[in-house]
């Protein structure tokens, strides 16, 4: 199974689980383990691999002892955890930032640093920039739990003004989907990230429909919002290549929407095409992955060692075509923009290709490669599709592979590393990617070899792709986050220590070309980075009593900051 972490949200409240017990009745303490804790004490953990042999990391950052003891006195490899890289998407020229207090949005120009203020709802605090465009939208959040509508409001920036549209939606809307053309976008209410923002079920405060959407055209001369009503409990919207119709995932199926038909014609009742063979089966753990062009959706039910290809559209939807594996995937992946589907599987290690709809009609020529003894449990795909890295972070392992997805034969190289991985991603060319380690549990001041001290502090390396070669850098606090500059060889990454007086608050620019590490101290902890590519700056929002952010020249690494947001800021992510 998969766990889905934003990498800019991995530094959230985590428990301890110190103080359990081993097998033989001596807790994990008396053996020189800190589960959870490094140096600087903060309880986490972002992968099993960084808690003690059997345990698992739970989607709190909590080391878990087994529930079960392991067949034949043996272990049990625990899942692998895969961490979302994306850093967050901004406008091609502004940063906006949601004064939610203040009922406004701030625009803070990337070019010059000037600072605006839109108003807009009630509460604004879920925000998305329309790709391409420097476009953005918001909901606000009503104080009032009988709330029958809710308001959105887009913004769209020009120079000397702002054009704002206000529309009316369904009540508590919590996520917005944006359509790869900037044209539609679809706002729903999802009950996982509600209970994630409030702690736990009994404290989420605004409920909302757990079956409607809002569906906006924001085209100009063509805008529209009309609420739809989809499955049961929206957990995703995924969009196809063409941005022609979205596909709401939900318990039940997938709901399809034909945008241009919903938004300017008739709103019709969409009911979910079902995914899994059985309809009445329940589908809420179910894993769901639209191929680009709409047509297919690739579908695994845990504890299947198979594949489902469900057909979406046409008089046969809701057919399904099985391909067998040699065991259950850990991780499944689709190419870029593209119709194939890469499914891993760790026992026996193996990477499958599969091209839809081709290999649907001819599955003997589905490509399977064998990994033999090689530890992977995930993939991540370059941006343009030719290569992939493996690796695992369901233990300890200190290695990285490349694989070549469009040779014949799945061509595969391995490279050591110096420390084990928790994720890893491409730059914008492929050439290189940005690790970040794992650690093992312990205390590095307790190390007793130089090898032991460095598998215990946290850091990063930086690997040029074509030789394998990786530099090494240990940074005082877990790496939460980074970005890549369009354009240069750069990379940029956020150390955040947290909001103790005197804690570690910086950035470190990555040269990928030459290895060299830059350091920028900040004055208040960062929460997110991301790229203004019309500005050729990075922008790193911070948390600060007035609001805080610092913009980063691509070019001559100048630093400029600007100051006077609330606490509850939240950058378009």
Not at 127 to 154: E, F, I, R
């Amino acid at each position: 199974m998969h766990r889905q972490i934003s990498m800019l949200a991995l530094c959230a409240a985590c428990a301890t689980a110190c103080g359990a017990s081993q097998a033989d009745g001596s807790s994990y303490q008396d053996a020189g383990v800190i589960v959870g804790a490094d140096a600087g004490g903060s309880p986490q953990c972002f992968s099993s691999s960084e808690c003690p042999v059997g345990w698992t990391c739970s989607e709190f950052g909590t080391c878990l002892p087994p529930t079960t003891p392991p067949p034949d006195g043996g272990t049990v490899t625990p899942p692998e955890i895969e961490h979302e890289m994306s850093a967050p998407v901004s406008s091609l020229r502004f940063v906006w930032v949601a004064l939610t207090d203040e009922d406004k949005l701030a625009k803070i120009d990337g070019t010059n640093l000037d600072v605006e203020t839109v108003a807009v709802g009630h509460h604004p605090e879920v925000l998305a920039a329309m790709p391409g465009t420097d476009t953005a939208v918001v909901l606000d959040q009503s104080d009032d739990l009988s709330a029958t509508s809710g308001v959105a409001t887009v913004v769209r920036p020009a120079v000397g003004s702002n054009t704002t549209e206000v529309y009316a939606t369904l009540p508590n809307m919590n996520r917005i989907a944006v359509s790869p053309d900037g044209r539609y976008a679809v706002a729903f209410f999802d009950l996982a990230k509600a209970i994630r923002d409030s702690g736990s079920l009994q404290a989420v405060r605004h409920i909302g429909s757990f079956q409607d959407v809002t569906v906006f055209a924001l085209e100009p001369g063509h805008q529209a919002a009309v609420d739809l009503t989809v499955g049961f409990r929206p957990r995703a919207v995924e969009f196809d290549a063409a941005s022609q119709r979205a596909y709401v995932v939900t318990d039940g199926g997938i709901s399809i929407i034909d945008l241009a038909i919903q938004t300017q014609g008739m709103p019709t009742i969409v009911p979910p095409v079902p995914v899994t063979a059985d309809p009445f089966a329940d589908a809420s753990a179910v894993e769901v992955h639209v191929v680009a062009s709409g047509d297919y959706a690739v579908v695994h039910v845990p504890g299947a060692a198979e594949l489902r290809v469900v057909q979406l559209l046409g008089p046969t939807a809701g057919t399904g075509t099985v391909l067998p594996l040699p065991a259950e995937p850990t991780d499944i992946d689709l190419a870029p923009g593209g119709q194939r589907v890469y499914a891993l599987t760790r026992t026996p290690t193996t990477l499958t290709a599969i091209d839809i709809p081709g290999d649907l009609a001819a599955p003997g020529s589905i490509e399977t490669a064998d990994l033999g003894d090689l530890a992977a449990g995930q993939l991540t795909i370059s941006p343009d599709g030719s290569h992939g890295l493996l690796y695992t972070n369901a233990i300890l392992d200190e290695h990285l592979t490349v694989v070549d997805l469009l040779a014949a034969g799945l061509p595969h190289t391995t490279f050591p590393l110096i420390k084990s991985v928790r994720a890893v991603g491409f730059d914008p060319t492929g050439a290189h990617a940005m690790v970040i380690h794992a650690r093992a549990p312990g205390d590095p001041a307790q190390g007793t070899t130089v090898e032991e001290v460095i598998d215990r502090e946290p850091g990063y390396s930086s690997v040029d792709l074509a030789s394998g070669f990786s530099k090494l850098q240990l940074t005082p606090v877990d790496p939460s986050g980074f970005t890549f500059a369009p354009g240069a060889p750069r990379a940029y990454l956020m150390l955040d220590g947290g909001d103790a007086e005197g804690a570690t608050a910086a950035v470190q620019i990555v040269e990928l070309d030459t290895g060299v590490v830059r350091s920028i101290n900040l004055n208040s902890p960062p929460s997110a980075i991301g790229i203004l590519p019309g500005a050729a700056k990075v922008f790193v929002n911070q948390r600060h009593a007035l609001g805080r952010v610092t913009f980063i020249d691509v070019a001559n690494e100048e630093v400029r900051t600007v100051t006077g947001f609330d606490l509850n800021s939240r950058v378009v992510d």
